[in-house]
C-alpha cells in the first residue's frame, strides 16, 4: 500500500516558537496571499517546521510547482 500523504520539511523559523495549538504564519499567508490551504506545522520540536501535501490523482504537477513558488516567495 502506499500513502498519498507526503510532509516536506521547511527551513527553520528564527523567530517564531509556537505553543502546541499555534498556527504558523506562514500558512495564513499562503492562503491569504494565493489561497492555497495546506498545513504547515511544528513537530516532532517546535522550530522545525513541516507542510503536509497530498500528492495523488486530484493534484497536478503545476499545483505543486505553484506551491513551491509561493513558499519559496514568502520565505525570503
Not at 509556537?18 to 513537530?43: K, T
Amino acid at each position: 500500500m502506499l500513502g498519498s500523504l507526503a510532509a516536506v520539511e521547511l527551513p527553520r523559523h528564527p523567530r517564531w516558537p509556537p505553543g502546541p495549538r499555534d498556527s504558523d504564519p506562514l500558512q495564513a499567508m499562503l492562503f491569504a496571499r494565493h489561497r492555497i490551504e495546506v498545513p504547515i506545522y511544528g513537530w516532532p520540536v517546535p522550530d522545525r517546521r513541516w507542510v503536509r501535501v497530498s500528492p495523488h490523482l486530484h493534484n497536478a504537477e503545476p499545483q505543486y510547482r505553484f506551491l513551491a513558488d509561493a513558499l519559496r516567495e514568502a520565505m525570503a
